[in-house]
């Protein structure tokens, strides 16, 4: 449960949207939570990390804690082989 406080501007337009749209003014307060975390959650823990002054994550942290093996590794160019040509073809052209 939790208990909010509004002014009596925002409680007065909560008030009217609910009673217009026949929804509860729960109804509302909870979206806009939802939508907000959903928008600022990630930017607000790493502001609270870099205030806390957390050590980064490594790399090697960062795939391990999201679960992931880790990046792919890129073919290197100078290890790629040359196709074989078809017989009777020529290279120049």
Do not use: C, F
């Amino acid at each position: 449960m939790l208990g909010v406080r509004l002014d009596k501007e925002t409680e007065q337009k909560l008030d009217r949207l609910a009673r217009e749209t026949h929804r509860t003014k729960s109804y509302y307060v909870k979206e806009a939570i939802a939508e907000y975390l959903a928008e600022k959650e990630d930017v607000l823990i790493a502001m609270a990390r870099l205030e806390k002054r957390e050590k980064p994550l490594t790399t090697g942290e960062m795939w391990k804690a999201l679960g992931w093996d880790g990046p792919q590794k890129k073919a290197n160019p100078t290890d790629r082989k040359t196709p074989a040509k078809a017989p009777g073809t020529s290279r120049a052209r």
